[in-house]
Nanobody, 121 residues
């Protein structure tokens, strides 16, 4: 089993910044993809940013130039730096990890519990 634990989030005024962290831990595995999705009330969950093993981050058009996804592979951790936040960024942010277990070479998806980001106008 793999645990995905998020931290960060909270309430910020428009134009402000927040940083989200997400760490994956558990059985011996490799991370294929790790990133963040978000879901606003009444809307579908959408990709915010993700990074594949050996690749560069991909971003939703709505956050390009404002959000930065980085990773620390030694800690199986990704960070989402969110700048110039807008009220429309308000949502529950979920961390996602697609991993492969080294022992069995099987893969699975894991989600964090979600963290609320609220941007006031």
């Amino acid at each position: 089993q793999v645990q995905v634990v998020e931290s960060g989030g909270g309430l910020v005024q428009a134009g402000g910044s927040l940083r989200l962290s997400c760490a994956a831990s558990g059985s011996t595995f490799t991370i294929n993809t790790m990133g963040w999705y978000r879901q606003a009330p009444g809307k579908q969950r959408e990709l915010v940013a993700a990074i594949t093993r050996g690749g560069s981050p991909n971003y939703a058009d709505s956050v390009k130039g404002r959000f930065t996804l980085s990773r620390d592979s030694t800690k199986n951790t990704v960070y989402l730096q969110m700048n110039s936040l807008k009220p429309e960024d308000t949502a529950v942010y979920y961390c996602y990890a697609h991993v492969t277990y080294i022992a069995t070479m099987t893969s699975n998806d894991y989600w964090g519990q979600g963290t609320q980001v609220t941007v006031s106008s």
